[in-house]
């Protein structure tokens, strides 16, 4: 049995024969190469025992911000000659200026090298090099490179392209690792696995840093990137002296004249009238010199006008509320994409002035994802069949979530919530629910403008909340709010120690145990406050559907409004329509009973267009003036939860 400890054998070459007629004759017996180079787990070295091999030479640097490209690919191509053994001459030179970390298909196709005069006759990027591989004319025999880095950051990448040379039997080379031509290939894969761990691990390690920094940078309060439309970014020196001295700056942001104000306009549109975002853009649009349309980065794409996607964009940043929110998207790795709201990094409190509240921004945003596939108007829709509109389109919610939609029966307007229809071979989706639940229009008409005649515009309608309001238990929202308030005293006092910590370990020695142990203290202090947020959130998460207890100032919002004598069940539809727009009305049917939540939202700034829309339907006294403020106004009916046709139930 052979021993792991013998020495290589290697094949001695044929002896040579005299020449007949002229000509050279082939001489059978040993070919000269090693038990590894013939066997098939080794690397042919066949090619390699010319007197002459033909090396192809494969190098990449990063985009120009991360290195110079001219200097970095000089340097390979002359670490990668100095490796060469004497008879192995460089033939062909493949590179290109792109990251390491794309993947093998995007490589090799961009034209950056162009841009920095290269003085190195490029024969192609790494594509073609593995398309001439595959050649049988091909003009090389190796592939040699600075290091395995060179060829991909990634071990996935580097493999690939090492498995595409290995069938094509060219071997891949580094200059960073031994050449040898025995054809052994255990010890070289052993070397070059781990430089292509550690590559991969160098790239990641830097990445994950760099975002850590980021995160921090966020989490400060500093802007990354262009400010958004409103805000315009106000420079500051760096908080490092050293890097101040360098010129080096951070900037935060602050409002900006008439575009802060469009921003603010906005909101209030969307959130108080419920506007679309097309008919946002066309009020804007009207008064482009007090909406000024936004500007972007590059100026050839610039419309000078507002579009939807652009209100969408406003309504939809989280920058507004104050707070610095950033990973919105996935600018790079998934070419701008959205990412899910779980994913943003947000700083742990507001940090320039905000242009929408935030409880208005969540109210907008909650409604946007309740409002998905509907039109914000109640005009005709624009198929061919369409004969009539609803009044209450868009805003009946069945007990399980759905929004209800309208269907005419035996000449009878009913709202109708049918989850098959949109969840066909997914009965999970609808598990427990009847195959059709319908309410009558008429119904809860009658329900709804009885609850604005009595407790909106009625004489008694203050003295009706107060009534419902005794009745409130709010012993939970209590003592959720005083938890919080708990909550927040102990995240101030550790903010404190931490500030106090850090100012004593800035003056101490980094090597001193003292002020190691400060360093240790305040881990496990930002440790402890990441836990108290995270309760936080919990209980915001947890009272976030609850009803809270309107204030004494809410209260009195009822004041300003007019007392009315009117009779809303007789009203144009068009009025009605206006009305329930803008106090937001919501109708949502409660689970298996028989009763709907009738829900409104009395906006304070516009209360006097409450008053107007209600003064077109009957007699009024004296309307009052408005105040700045907001109120949730709601009451308990029964309705009809029925086939078509049955007879409706009362109040």
């Not at 033909?54 to 911000?65: N, Y």
């Not at 200059?175 to 052994?184: A, D, K, W």
């Not at 229009?441 to 009595?454: H, P, S």
Request: proline share 7%; with cysteine.
């Amino acid at each position: 049995m052979p021993r792991e400890d013998d020495e290589l054998m290697v094949n001695p070459p044929a002896p040579g024969v005299g020449r007949r007629t002229g000509r050279g004759t082939p001489v059978s017996g040993p070919s000269g190469l090693s038990d590894y180079a013939v066997s098939p787990l080794g690397t042919s070295t066949a090619a390699l025992m010319r007197d002459e091999v033909r090396v192809a030479f494969l190098g990449r640097t990063s985009t120009e911000d991360q290195q110079d490209p001219r200097q970095s690919l000089l340097r390979q191509v002359s670490n990668s000659k100095t490796a060469l053994p004497d008879s192995w001459v460089i033939v062909a030179h493949f590179y290109d200026v792109e990251s390491g970390r794309m993947e093998l298909s995007q490589r090799g196709r961009g034209e950056n090298y162009e841009r920095f005069d290269v003085p190195i006759a490029r024969d192609g990027g790494i594509s073609d090099l593995l398309a001439e591989a595959q050649h049988p004319g091909r003009r090389f025999d190796v592939v040699i490179c600075e290091s395995i880095s060179r060829v991909a950051r990634r071990a996935y990448e580097g493999l690939s392209v090492e498995r595409e040379l290995e069938r094509a039997e060219v071997p891949l080379f580094a200059s960073n690792e031994p050449i040898t031509l025995s054809g052994s290939r255990a010890q070289r894969v052993l070397q070059r696995r781990i430089n292509q761990s550690i590559a991969e691990y160098e790239v990641l390690n830097t990445l994950e840093q760099s975002w850590g920094g980021m995160c921090a940078h966020v989490r400060e309060g500093y802007n990354i990137g262009k400010p958004p439309y409103g805000y315009r970014a106000k420079v500051i020196p760096h908080p490092n002296p050293t890097k101040a001295d360098k010129g080096q700056t951070k900037s935060r942001l602050e409002p900006h004249d008439a575009e802060a104000t469009t921003v603010t306009q906005i909101a209030t549109w969307r959130y108080h009238e419920g506007l679309g975002f097309d008919t946002i853009a066309e009020r804007l649009n009207m008064d482009p010199d007090r909406f000024p349309p936004p500007q972007p980065t590059n100026s050839n794409r610039a419309r000078k006008a507002w579009g939807k996607t652009s209100v969408y964009e406003i309504v939809r940043n989280p920058k507004y509320t104050g707070y610095q929110v950033f990973n919105r998207r996935a600018s790079r790795s998934k070419r701008g994409k959205v990412n899910d709201p779980v994913k943003w990094v947000w700083s742990h409190e507001p940090t320039h002035e905000p242009l929408i509240p935030k409880w208005m921004f969540d109210e907008i945003n909650a409604r946007r994802r309740a409002r998905v596939g509907s039109r914000h108007d109640n005009a005709l829709n624009v198929h061919p069949q369409t004969r009539r509109t609803y009044v209450l389109r868009a805003m009946l919610f069945c007990g399980c979530g759905r929004r209800m939609t309208g269907t005419t029966r035996h000449t009878r307007p009913y709202y109708v919530c049918r989850p098959e229809h949109n969840n066909r071979g997914r009965p999970d989706k609808h598990a427990g629910h009847p195959k059709a639940v319908y309410l009558r229009e008429d119904t809860l008409l009658e329900a709804i403008t009885q609850f604005f005649a009595d407790r909106v515009f009625g004489d008694h309608r203050r003295e009706l909340l107060l009534a419902d309001l005794d009745g409130l238990d709010d012993s939970a929202t209590r003592q959720r709010q005083e938890e919080r308030e708990r909550l927040q005293r102990r995240l101030d006092d550790i903010e404190r120690r931490q500030k106090s910590i850090l100012r004593q370990a800035q003056d101490g020695d980094p090597d001193d145990p003292f002020t190691k142990g400060l360093r240790a203290t305040y881990n496990e202090m930002d440790a402890d406050r990441n836990s108290v947020l995270a309760s936080v959130a919990e209980l915001d998460a947890a009272g976030k559907d609850e009803t809270h207890r309107p204030s004494s100032e809410d209260i009195d919002l009822l004041n300003l409004l007019p007392y009315l004598r009117i009779n809303l069940a007789h009203a144009p539809e068009e009025y009605l329509r206006q009305l329930f727009e803008i106090t937001q009305l919501t109708v949502r049917l409660c689970g298996d009973s028989n009763e709907v939540i009738v829900s409104i939202t009395l906006p304070g700034d516009d209360l006097p267009q409450v008053a107007a829309a209600a003064e077109r339907t009957g007699d009024t006294v004296p309307s009052t003036t408005d105040s700045p403020g907001q109120q949730m106004l709601s009451t308990r009916d029964d309705a009809v939860r029925t086939s078509p046709g049955a007879p409706a139930l009362s109040r």
